[in-house]
Protein backbone atom coordinates (compact mmCIF):
# COMPACT_ATOMS: atom_id res chain seq x y z
CA UNK A 1 0.00 0.00 0.00
CA UNK A 2 1.10 3.58 -0.05
CA UNK A 3 2.55 4.97 2.82
CA UNK A 4 2.07 9.17 2.56
CA UNK A 5 4.28 11.48 4.24
CA UNK A 6 3.67 14.70 5.39
CA UNK A 7 7.19 16.62 5.69
CA UNK A 8 6.46 20.17 7.38
CA UNK A 9 8.04 23.14 5.74
CA UNK A 10 7.98 27.00 5.90
CA UNK A 11 9.67 29.67 8.63
CA UNK A 12 13.24 29.14 8.40
CA UNK A 13 12.98 25.09 8.12
CA UNK A 14 15.76 24.18 5.70
CA UNK A 15 15.88 20.07 5.55
CA UNK A 16 12.78 19.76 4.30
CA UNK A 17 14.16 18.30 0.43
CA UNK A 18 16.57 15.90 2.09
CA UNK A 19 14.22 14.36 4.74
CA UNK A 20 11.19 14.41 1.50
CA UNK A 21 14.14 12.43 0.01
CA UNK A 22 14.60 10.07 2.82
CA UNK A 23 11.10 8.69 2.83
CA UNK A 24 11.05 8.25 -0.18
CA UNK A 25 14.22 6.05 -0.38
CA UNK A 26 12.83 4.17 2.20
CA UNK A 27 9.31 3.58 -0.07
CA UNK A 28 6.73 6.19 0.74
CA UNK A 29 5.14 8.85 -0.92
CA UNK A 30 6.31 11.87 0.92
CA UNK A 31 5.03 15.69 0.21
CA UNK A 32 6.26 19.31 1.25
CA UNK A 33 3.88 21.07 3.20
CA UNK A 34 3.77 24.67 4.47
CA UNK A 35 2.76 24.88 8.15
CA UNK A 36 0.14 28.08 6.90
CA UNK A 37 -1.24 24.79 4.50
CA UNK A 38 -2.01 23.27 7.51
CA UNK A 39 -3.33 25.72 9.46
CA UNK A 40 -5.76 26.97 7.02
CA UNK A 41 -7.47 23.90 5.87
CA UNK A 42 -5.58 23.45 2.51
CA UNK A 43 -4.05 20.54 3.74
CA UNK A 44 -5.01 17.84 6.60
CA UNK A 45 -3.00 15.61 8.77
CA UNK A 46 -5.67 12.58 8.29
CA UNK A 47 -4.64 12.27 5.04
CA UNK A 48 -1.03 10.57 6.05
CA UNK A 49 0.52 8.55 7.82
CA UNK A 50 3.79 9.90 9.33
CA UNK A 51 5.00 13.86 9.79
CA UNK A 52 7.85 14.50 9.75
CA UNK A 53 8.90 18.18 11.25
CA UNK A 54 12.55 18.83 9.82
CA UNK A 55 15.68 20.67 10.99
CA UNK A 56 16.73 23.78 10.32
CA UNK A 57 16.13 27.35 12.23
CA UNK A 58 12.13 28.06 12.37
CA UNK A 59 11.76 31.83 13.11
CA UNK A 60 15.74 32.12 13.28
CA UNK A 61 15.33 30.74 17.12
CA UNK A 62 15.02 33.96 18.01
CA UNK A 63 13.18 33.54 21.28
CA UNK A 64 14.75 29.87 21.21
CA UNK A 65 15.10 27.12 19.05
CA UNK A 66 12.10 25.95 18.22
CA UNK A 67 9.84 28.09 20.78
CA UNK A 68 7.49 30.18 17.95
CA UNK A 69 6.84 27.38 15.73
CA UNK A 70 6.06 25.21 18.57
CA UNK A 71 3.72 28.04 20.21
CA UNK A 72 2.05 28.27 16.63
CA UNK A 73 1.48 24.99 16.31
CA UNK A 74 -0.50 24.81 19.91
CA UNK A 75 -2.35 27.76 19.11
CA UNK A 76 -3.87 26.44 16.00
CA UNK A 77 -2.97 22.62 15.08
CA UNK A 78 -2.45 21.02 18.78
CA UNK A 79 -5.94 18.86 18.47
CA UNK A 80 -5.05 17.74 14.93
CA UNK A 81 -1.56 17.16 16.13
CA UNK A 82 -3.30 15.10 19.42
CA UNK A 83 -5.71 13.00 17.04
CA UNK A 84 -3.18 12.15 14.68
CA UNK A 85 -1.09 10.53 17.13
CA UNK A 86 -3.87 8.65 18.97
CA UNK A 87 -4.59 7.15 15.84
CA UNK A 88 -1.10 5.73 15.67
CA UNK A 89 0.13 7.39 13.12
CA UNK A 90 3.83 8.09 13.29
CA UNK A 91 5.78 11.61 14.09
CA UNK A 92 9.22 12.54 13.69
CA UNK A 93 11.10 15.84 14.87
CA UNK A 94 14.47 16.09 13.51
CA UNK A 95 16.91 18.64 15.23
CA UNK A 96 14.83 21.98 15.07
CA UNK A 97 11.86 19.71 15.26
CA UNK A 98 12.82 17.97 18.00
CA UNK A 99 12.72 21.07 19.88
CA UNK A 100 9.56 21.89 18.73
CA UNK A 101 8.18 18.75 19.89
CA UNK A 102 9.64 19.03 23.43
CA UNK A 103 8.67 22.39 23.63
CA UNK A 104 4.87 21.65 22.77
CA UNK A 105 4.75 19.37 24.97
CA UNK A 106 4.14 16.13 22.47
CA UNK A 107 7.94 14.56 23.80
CA UNK A 108 8.58 13.01 26.20
CA UNK A 109 4.40 12.66 26.23
CA UNK A 110 4.25 10.88 29.51
CA UNK A 111 0.30 9.29 30.14
CA UNK A 112 -0.32 10.30 26.01
CA UNK A 113 -0.41 13.95 27.36
CA UNK A 114 0.67 16.38 24.84
CA UNK A 115 0.88 20.34 26.44
CA UNK A 116 2.48 19.76 29.35
CA UNK A 117 6.43 20.79 28.45
CA UNK A 118 8.26 18.37 30.83
CA UNK A 119 12.01 18.89 29.48
CA UNK A 120 13.65 21.47 27.43
CA UNK A 121 16.66 21.51 24.67
CA UNK A 122 18.97 24.47 25.82
CA UNK A 123 22.24 26.15 24.53
CA UNK A 124 25.25 23.79 24.18
CA UNK A 125 27.37 23.88 27.29
CA UNK A 126 30.66 24.49 25.54
CA UNK A 127 29.12 27.67 24.70
CA UNK A 128 29.30 27.29 20.37
CA UNK A 129 27.16 26.08 17.34
CA UNK A 130 28.41 22.26 16.45
CA UNK A 131 28.32 21.37 13.24
CA UNK A 132 30.49 17.78 12.51
CA UNK A 133 29.81 14.30 12.80
CA UNK A 134 28.94 12.44 16.02
CA UNK A 135 28.56 8.75 16.90
CA UNK A 136 25.30 7.26 18.53
CA UNK A 137 24.34 4.60 20.37
CA UNK A 138 20.68 3.07 20.87
CA UNK A 139 18.43 1.29 23.75
CA UNK A 140 18.08 -2.15 22.16
CA UNK A 141 14.90 -2.24 25.40
CA UNK A 142 13.17 0.93 23.93
CA UNK A 143 9.62 0.89 22.38
CA UNK A 144 10.61 3.45 19.49
CA UNK A 145 9.44 2.56 15.98
CA UNK A 146 12.37 3.94 14.43
CA UNK A 147 15.30 2.77 16.16
CA UNK A 148 14.53 -1.10 15.47
CA UNK A 149 17.56 -2.96 14.95
CA UNK A 150 19.94 -0.23 15.19
CA UNK A 151 23.00 -0.63 17.27
CA UNK A 152 25.41 2.14 16.60
CA UNK A 153 25.20 5.00 14.24
CA UNK A 154 27.26 7.59 12.71
CA UNK A 155 25.02 10.97 12.03
CA UNK A 156 26.17 14.95 11.28
CA UNK A 157 24.79 17.17 13.68
CA UNK A 158 24.30 20.93 13.03
CA UNK A 159 22.75 22.22 16.19
CA UNK A 160 23.16 25.16 18.87
CA UNK A 161 20.64 24.32 21.23
CA UNK A 162 20.64 20.71 21.89
CA UNK A 163 21.36 20.09 25.20
CA UNK A 164 18.59 17.77 26.59
CA UNK A 165 17.74 18.65 30.01
CA UNK A 166 14.99 17.48 32.02
CA UNK A 167 12.34 19.20 34.10
CA UNK A 168 13.26 16.71 37.14
CA UNK A 169 15.21 14.19 38.17
CA UNK A 170 11.69 12.48 38.37
CA UNK A 171 10.85 13.10 34.66
CA UNK A 172 14.50 11.83 33.86
CA UNK A 173 13.93 8.57 36.09
CA UNK A 174 10.39 8.09 33.95
CA UNK A 175 12.38 8.16 31.23
CA UNK A 176 14.98 5.80 31.80
CA UNK A 177 12.70 3.59 33.23
CA UNK A 178 10.29 3.15 30.71
CA UNK A 179 12.96 3.19 27.80
CA UNK A 180 12.26 6.74 26.58
CA UNK A 181 15.74 7.16 26.14
CA UNK A 182 16.27 6.08 22.37
CA UNK A 183 19.90 7.13 21.30
CA UNK A 184 22.93 8.57 23.04
CA UNK A 185 26.14 10.04 22.23
CA UNK A 186 28.96 7.72 22.41
CA UNK A 187 32.70 7.57 21.93
CA UNK A 188 34.79 6.07 19.55
CA UNK A 189 35.18 3.53 21.89
CA UNK A 190 31.17 2.62 22.24
CA UNK A 191 31.28 4.54 25.99
CA UNK A 192 29.12 7.37 27.17
CA UNK A 193 31.68 10.11 27.77
CA UNK A 194 32.05 14.14 27.42
CA UNK A 195 32.87 16.69 25.20
CA UNK A 196 33.60 16.12 22.63
CA UNK A 197 31.61 12.50 22.26
CA UNK A 198 28.65 14.61 24.10
CA UNK A 199 28.61 17.81 21.84
CA UNK A 200 26.06 19.71 23.98
CA UNK A 201 26.43 18.77 27.50
CA UNK A 202 23.01 16.67 27.17
CA UNK A 203 21.85 15.33 30.19
CA UNK A 204 22.92 11.12 30.36
CA UNK A 205 24.41 11.92 27.08
CA UNK A 206 20.84 12.07 25.88
CA UNK A 207 20.64 12.65 21.75
CA UNK A 208 16.81 11.43 21.06
CA UNK A 209 13.61 10.30 22.93
CA UNK A 210 10.82 8.64 22.19
CA UNK A 211 7.20 8.61 23.86
CA UNK A 212 5.49 5.55 25.46
CA UNK A 213 4.39 4.11 22.76
CA UNK A 214 7.56 4.63 20.72
CA UNK A 215 5.62 6.18 17.26
CA UNK A 216 6.86 9.67 18.53
CA UNK A 217 10.64 10.22 18.15
CA UNK A 218 12.59 13.07 18.56
CA UNK A 219 16.16 13.61 18.12
CA UNK A 220 19.05 15.94 17.72
CA UNK A 221 21.36 14.28 15.08
CA UNK A 222 20.53 14.41 11.40
CA UNK A 223 19.35 10.70 10.01
CA UNK A 224 18.56 12.39 6.56
CA UNK A 225 22.02 13.58 6.32
CA UNK A 226 23.42 10.03 5.79
CA UNK A 227 21.39 8.18 2.96
CA UNK A 228 24.06 7.14 1.14
CA UNK A 229 27.44 5.98 1.56
CA UNK A 230 29.10 9.62 0.02
CA UNK A 231 27.34 11.56 2.64
CA UNK A 232 29.60 9.79 5.10
CA UNK A 233 33.13 11.58 5.60
CA UNK A 234 34.92 8.75 5.18
CA UNK A 235 33.68 6.99 2.31
CA UNK A 236 36.66 6.98 0.70
CA UNK A 237 38.17 4.49 2.93
CA UNK A 238 35.21 2.45 2.56
CA UNK A 239 33.93 2.98 6.24
CA UNK A 240 30.42 2.50 5.08
CA UNK A 241 28.84 0.90 2.32
CA UNK A 242 25.80 2.32 2.61
CA UNK A 243 23.74 5.23 4.52
CA UNK A 244 22.41 4.05 7.59
CA UNK A 245 20.40 6.98 8.83
CA UNK A 246 18.09 5.59 6.03
CA UNK A 247 17.24 2.72 8.40
CA UNK A 248 15.70 5.06 10.80
CA UNK A 249 12.89 5.87 7.99
CA UNK A 250 12.40 2.46 6.62
CA UNK A 251 11.75 1.41 10.20
CA UNK A 252 8.68 3.73 9.82
CA UNK A 253 7.75 2.87 6.73
CA UNK A 254 7.69 -0.64 6.73
CA UNK A 255 5.45 0.13 10.63
CA UNK A 256 2.68 1.77 9.00
CA UNK A 257 2.36 -0.53 6.17
CA UNK A 258 2.08 -3.24 8.71
CA UNK A 259 -0.19 -1.48 10.94
CA UNK A 260 -1.50 1.24 9.68
CA UNK A 261 -3.05 -0.09 6.10
Not at 2 to 16: A, H, P, S
Not at 65 to 91: E, H, R
Not at 147 to 175: C, M
Request: hydrophobic share 40%.
Amino acid sequence: MEIKTLVLYGYGINCDNETKRAFELAGATAERVHLNELIGGEASLADYHILAIPGGFSFGDDLGAGKIMATKIKYTLATKFADFISQGKLLIGICNGFQVLVKLGILPGFGGKFNEQDATLAANVCGRFQDRWIRLKFNPKSPCVWTKGIDVLDLPIRHGEGNFIPEDDQVLSKLEKQGQIAAQYIDGNGELAGWPANPNGSVKNIAGICDETGRVFGLMPHPEGYLIAQNHPKWTRGVMLDGPGRKIFENAVDFARIHLG
